[in-house]
């Protein structure tokens, strides 16, 4: 068991530009969450899959943004025409279908935006 | 609705305890608490589920007030390595996603 990966570790994009991140969970659980970290705050939920399905989408999240598990293993979050307010550290965390269960969190990918 | 960690900040000189609390206005099934250091992912610690148990492992405690909707972790006889932010995620019963709060930072010195 090698934990929670995430790639890129840091992604530098020009404004406009659209950017894919990948997160590949504990192989043994079946859910996967996206969460968004900024300086000085905890982590902001964005959207959690179980298996391939997608349960649940924060309201606050933009259309620009879209996420898809599609074998129920990794997944990918892409930003469209990033701007500069979504500059971040983009987490990923995953966990078992147990009631409640203990979510484990990659390195992140840390998203700058010039 | 975003739960409230106090205090924001506490800075201890190592062996000295410290307690940090996590207080939501609605009701909690769960709290998870996680530290995490500059730079690197958060680490999760300890759950706790509503009726008020206590949990803990080593010198780090913590405990669920179902009453008050509140958390409190205890962190005994401070190590240099605690030092880092704590937060609380908090999950609301039938809500399978955590709302954490902003974030206790704890600075260690020797």
């Known amino acids: 068991d090698t934990g929670v990966s995430q790639n890129p570790r840091h992604k530098i994009t020009k404004r406009g530009q659209n950017v894919t991140f990948r997160c590949d969970p504990i192989?043994?659980?079946?859910?996967l969450y996206w969460y968004r970290q900024t300086l000085g705050q905890g982590p902001e939920f964005l959207t959690y899959?179980?298996?391939?399905?997608?349960?649940?989408k924060s309201r606050l999240l933009s259309d620009r943004f879209s996420a898809e598990r599609p074998k129920g293993s990794f997944s990918t979050l892409e930003i469209q025409r990033t701007e500069q307010g979504d500059s971040a550290m983009y987490l990923c965390?995953?966990?078992?279908?147990?009631?409640?269960?203990?979510?484990?969190f990659g390195p992140g990918t840390r998203l700058t935006v010039t | 609705q975003q739960p409230v960690q106090s205090p924001q900040a506490v800075i201890l000189r190592e062996g000295e305890d410290a307690v940090i609390n996590c207080s939501s206005s609605?009701?909690?099934?769960?709290v998870h608490w996680y530290r995490q250091k500059h730079g690197e992912a958060p680490v999760f610690l300890m759950i706790?589920?509503?009726?008020?148990e206590q949990k803990g492992h080593d010198k780090i405690s913590a405990s669920f007030n179902e009453k008050k909707q509140q958390s409190s972790l205890y962190l005994t006889a401070s190590q240099l390595s605690y030092s880092g932010t704590y937060f609380c995620?908090?999950?609301?019963?039938?809500?399978?996603?955590?709302?954490f709060g902003q974030g206790t930072r704890l600075t260690i010195n020797p």
């Open positions: 609605k009701a909690l099934y769960s």
């Open positions: 965390a995953s966990s078992t279908e147990r009631e409640v269960s203990e979510q484990y």
């Open positions: 995620g908090t999950e609301w019963e039938g809500a399978q996603k955590l709302v």
């Open positions: 706790l589920l509503k009726g008020g």
């Open positions: 192989s043994e659980h079946n859910r």
């Open positions: 899959f179980q298996n391939e399905a997608q349960l649940e």
